[in-house]
């Protein structure tokens, strides 16, 4: 089946602009997870969503940064009053489950955001 | 603190060459570690995950290995291909938390011909 997409792939914005980017998970995977990942940095850690669990949103690195994920399938992730230090590559992941040592992670392609 | 640290920062070798990548953590309680391959505008994949218990595991020409004791990895690349090229990824599970990970920066490997 499909894999996990992610839109737009590129996004150029002013600061101050709010902008939304979009994840289409694995369909049947019940956990999607978002990173952040800046250039030589590791992946950091941003949100992680679990069936009909309240997220853990601890990496959220400040109150502008928000997502929700509608239905158990389709998340978004919002960045609002966009800061230059926001530009990196956005990646999801969902997994069909996190129970277990072995579990996947399926990742998208990410959505590269520059803010100018 | 929990950290993943990885050895070269970069690496080139010549096509048809073998290569071995370096990692070291101070995750605990450690659960397991998994080696990720990210080419150049995608997404990571993994190559493999392996468990305290384990001390080696292969993945057609990658074989990665694990000292749970010394916390230390390390990812073998055999008769590289220019395909390999791409940023090769540590990235290490405790046990306090099931999903979230702690990911190294990654060794940006290219193969030239």
């Known amino acids: 089946g499909a894999g996990v997409s992610q839109s737009p792939s590129n996004k150029v914005t002013e600061k101050g602009k709010d902008v939304e980017l979009r994840c289409d998970p694995i369909s049947g995977h019940t956990a999607l997870y978002w990173y952040r990942q800046s250039l030589g940095q590791g992946l950091e850690f941003l949100i992680y969503?679990?069936?009909?669990?309240?997220?853990?949103k601890s990496g959220l690195p400040s109150d502008r940064f928000s997502a929700e994920r509608t239905g158990g399938s389709v998340s978004t992730l919002t960045i609002q009053r966009t800061q230059q230090e926001d530009s990196a590559v956005y990646l999801c992941?969902?997994?069909?489950?996190?129970?277990?040592?072995?579990?996947?992670?399926?990742f998208g392609p990410g959505t590269r955001l520059t803010v100018t | 603190k929990n950290q993943v640290e990885q050895s070269p920062q970069s690496l080139i070798i010549l096509e048809g060459k073998n290569c071995t990548l370096q990692c070291n953590y101070t995750v605990s309680p450690f659960s397991n570690l998994r080696w990720y391959k990210q080419d150049t505008g995608r997404g990571p994949v993994s190559l493999t995950i392996m468990t305290f218990s384990e001390n080696t595991k292969s993945n057609g020409r990658y074989t990665a290995t694990l000292d749970a004791d010394t916390k230390q990895s390390s990812l073998h690349i055999t008769a590289s291909q220019l395909s390999d090229s791409a940023s090769y990824i540590c990235?290490?599970?405790?046990?306090?938390?099931?999903?979230?990970?702690?990911w190294g920066a990654g060794t940006k490997l290219i193969i030239k011909p």
């Open positions: 992941a969902s997994s069909p489950e996190t129970s277990g040592p072995n579990y996947e992670q399926y």
């Open positions: 990235v290490v599970s405790g046990m306090d938390s099931n999903y979230q990970l702690i």
């Open positions: 969503f679990q069936g009909n669990s309240a997220p853990d």
